[in-house]
């Protein structure tokens, strides 16, 4: 509904920001807040409705959508041509090796939810491995990855119950600890 768009649009108000929304009211309640909002499928659509010129643009934000999409990797192909040769992307998603996740999967539960890393209206799940990938795969460069983190407190027991059996399949606890804590990675790149 535009909420990305106008917190960034308080911070640098010379901005010009163009949404992409399918679902209308989204659409609609985007509309007050940026620049323009074109409606639609943003997979079915071709970059000419975007009225956006090649190489023009600073930066695209993909917060949290491209798990929603059938195929990302196209889509981040198709758009890198809009990026101006200094753009950048960047996106947050979900992660899917969160700890409660894989808490839940010891216990052979895998439920959709209606929000978070198990939304119900997720076609894609994650981890930072194939996050990477998603991005070089899309002919782009990372340029860094961060974690967003809200539980890690939470998270110690059932990571320190696990050590002994991540240390006998020879999983690096230090890196296991970063990646079930991340409930979401935030993701730069640009062109390479």
Partial sequence: AGAIGAAFKREV???????????????????????????GDVERMELDALGIAPGSVDCLIYG???????????????????????GLILASIPNVQYWRVLGNLLFGRWRYEDEGVLDRTHLRFFTLESVIALFE????????????????????????????????????????????????WVVVAGLP
Avoid: N
């Avoid at 108000?13 to 909002?37: I, N, T």
């Avoid at 198709?78 to 990026?83: D, E, F, G, I």
């Fill in 13 to 39: 108000p010379d901005c010009h920001y163009v949404g992409v929304e399918c679902v209308p009211e989204a659409a609609r309640m985007a509309r007050s807040r940026l620049d323009r909002v074109v409606e």
């Fill in 64 to 86: 949290d959508i491209l798990e929603h999409l059938v195929d990302p990797w196209s889509l981040l192909a198709c758009h890198r041509s809009l990026l101006k040769p200094d």
């Fill in 137 to 184: 795969e899309a002919g782009l460069s990372v340029k860094t990855v961060t974690s967003r983190s809200c539980d890690k407190a939470e998270a110690e027991p059932f990571i320190t119950t696990l050590l002994p059996a991540l240390v006998e399949l020879g999983v690096d606890p230090a890196a296991f600890r970063i990646r079930a804590v991340a409930l979401q």
